[in-house]
């Protein structure tokens, strides 16, 4: 990767000083953009108690750590780092240098959800694995990150695609943490007061898991619609904290295209749209059934994400004003959920006026919502939308 070869020409520069030499909170680490792509720049992170133990107020950086429900094992990353010009501190290897540069950017993510309020959301410091070796069940192992809900951890898988590395791209990070605002607004609440106990003694799935889900009950198939909020608001949240609708683009992800977040609005679908994907298997788990369903999923929350990003438009401050309602409105979201999870299939547009309920609207906005919305919901639930 170039990064990796910046880094060479840089860390021979820097053993021209004495290594032995302490130095500071200061790093020179590489950063990206669309619009500069990827280049060194020099730091300052002032959550950091010591940079050679990656533990500060934004987060622990666990690097090649072990990861249980209990969360990671072992101690923080320790980087190895070299003192360059001006007490600067050079990452002495890759692993050092990605796992500064995980802290690097939730100590922005910090920043961002204390700017908006909402940092009282979640328990920090955030809990991040750098180079995590784990097998999905789909055997993927490499160019993923994960956001672990019953460890309330994230962790970066090893990457080997000619693109910037998961822990340096803002906006895969700043996804994977939205995650963990909607475990704790939305899926926690619901797991906390649904039947977890089932008649027959066995414990039942969790609101969040598919892989265990009823294909054949409401209460299986509303996962997937719960899982299209939250991997849909996760985009909208990453391209507004980075500013680039398009952050998946850069570490060459497959069917990035499919989730820029200023792409094409196209009307919702209705939850029933799952039925037919089960409708041969009968009551049997199939496994490319289920990945059709969560293929669905993660398109109907990209549309999601385009309304969102369509109505706050490209003003930053009113990108932050939208996503800071919606962040607020997410506690509303189980209120809503409750009375239909066991009884009947919800549709993907049911979310959306629990979240813009009380936003302020204008006539593009509600033009943005009759291309998405079905007639009924925009006349019923959208007054001033009615033309």
Not at 30 to 35: G, I, Q, V
Not at 51 to 71: N, V, W
Not at 156 to 169: K, M, Q, R, T
Request: net charge negative; hydrophobic share 40%.
């Amino acid at each position: 990767m170039r990064i990796i070869v910046s880094l060479s020409f840089l860390t021979l520069a820097a053993c021209a000083g004495n290594p032995n030499d302490e130095c500071g909170n200061k790093f020179a680490l590489p950063k990206f953009s669309t619009e500069t792509g990827v280049r060194f720049e020099e730091v300052q992170l002032r959550t950091l108690g010591s940079p050679y133990r990656l533990k500060g107020a934004a987060a622990e950086i666990f690097y090649e750590g072990a990861l249980s429900d209990a969360g990671y094992g072992g101690s923080v990353a320790e980087p190895r780092l070299i003192r360059g010009a001006g007490d600067v501190c050079v990452p002495a290897d890759t692993g050092s240098m990605l796992s500064i540069a995980a802290y690097e950017i939730f100590e922005r993510i910090f920043d961002f959800d204390r700017g908006i309020g909402v940092e009282g959301h979640l328990k920090w410091p955030r809990k991040v694995g750098v180079e995590l070796h784990l097998r999905n069940p789909d055997g993927q192992t490499h160019n993923n990150a994960h956001y672990f809900g019953v460890a309330d951890s994230i962790g970066i898988l090893p990457y080997s695609l000619d693109g910037v590395h998961l822990a340096f791209n803002p906006g895969i990070l700043a996804h994977e943490h939205f995650h963990a605002h909607f475990q704790s607004q939305v899926l926690n609440p619901l797991n906390a007061v649904s039947e977890i106990i089932s008649s027959g003694g066995g414990i039942k799935p969790t609101v969040d898991d598919l892989d265990n889900a009823d294909l054949q009950s409401p209460s299986g198939l509303n996962r997937f619609v719960l899982r299209a909020w939250n991997e849909g608001l996760a985009d909208f949240y990453a391209c507004v904290f980075t500013g680039e609708p398009d952050f998946f683009t850069a570490s060459n992800l497959d069917r990035v295209s499919e989730r820029e977040c200023n792409g094409p609005l196209t009307l919702f679908a209705p939850g029933a749209v799952l039925k037919p994907q089960i409708a041969a298997t009968g009551p049997g788990q199939n496994v490319n059934i289920r990945k059709e369903m969560v293929g669905i999923a993660y398109f109907q929350g990209t549309l999601a994400a385009r309304l969102l990003y369509r109505i706050a438009g490209p003003d930053k401050a009113a990108q932050r004003q939208l996503l800071q309602h919606v962040m607020r409105q997410l506690h509303r979201v189980p209120l809503m959920v409750r009375p239909k999870l066991d009884r009947t299939i919800m549709d993907f547009e049911d979310i959306v006026p629990v979240l813009l309920d009380g936003a302020k609207l204008d006539t593009m906005d509600c033009v943005f919502l009759s291309l998405t919305l079905s007639k009924q919901t925009l006349s019923r639930r959208f007054s001033q939308c009615r033309l």
